[in-house]
């Protein structure tokens, strides 16, 4: 008798709860609409980040051993977008570490994209570059092709050695900016006597 009982109050309270979200469903969806029909339906998905970080530090690794360390205010990740791309749009800074964890290279930028399916990154706005050998790199575009291990510019350069200064426009280079060329170029050099 007790089960039967149950049973009953079990159907009618299932009965309850589909004549409630038969009314309350339809509210809520009407209530998310636009006058205009529009609702919140998002038409084009690839406007919007996939990710969006904020206050990022993070190291990155190679076989157990830290390479890389990278600070950023803001890491947007755009995987619709064609071709899809990661956004540093408040700027980036990026340690390379040798070894031993001692910094050996380091770059700045106000605003950075890395194209994924390409390998590449694109530095913009106050570049600054370190290089392993303390030269610094200054320009306002930079691209940073790891497929093929080569960094380049179509753009003004600066190049500060210990001993000279070296400017220009257009610019290549091997991975590691230790091997470098300068096009169209202009400076003050030192000549020992």
């Known amino acids: 008798m007790r089960a039967q009982r149950f049973v009953k109050k079990l159907i009618q309270l299932i009965g309850t709860t589909t004549a409630v979200l038969a009314v309350v469903v339809p509210i809520f969806v009407t209530s998310c609409t636009s006058p205009q029909g529009n609702g919140?339906?998002?038409?084009?998905?690839?406007?919007?980040?996939?990710?969006?970080?904020?206050?990022?530090?993070?190291?990155?690794?190679?076989?157990?051993r830290i390479s890389y360390k990278i600070d950023t205010e803001e890491w947007l990740i755009f995987d619709r977008r064609k071709p899809p791309y990661w956004a540093f749009e408040k700027g980036v800074y990026l340690e390379k570490y040798d070894y031993d964890m001692n910094v050996e290279a380091t770059i700045k930028c106000d605003t950075a994209y890395y194209y994924n399916e390409q390998k590449l990154w694109k530095l913009i706005g106050n570049v600054d570059i370190r290089n392993p050998k303390n030269e610094r790199f200054y320009t306002d575009l930079m691209y940073w092709d790891q497929e093929n291990e080569k960094i380049y510019s179509d753009a003004y350069i600066k190049i500060e050695q210990e001993e000279q200064t070296t400017e220009g426009i257009g610019f290549s280079s091997n991975q590691s900016m230790t091997l470098w060329e300068i096009k169209n170029t202009k400076g003050i050099y030192t000549i020992k006597e």
């Not at 339906?41 to 980040?49: M, Q, T, Y």
């Open 40 to 64: 919140m339906i998002i038409e084009n998905r690839d406007s919007l980040a996939v990710m969006s970080t904020y206050g990022v530090s993070t190291v990155i690794s190679d076989s157990g």
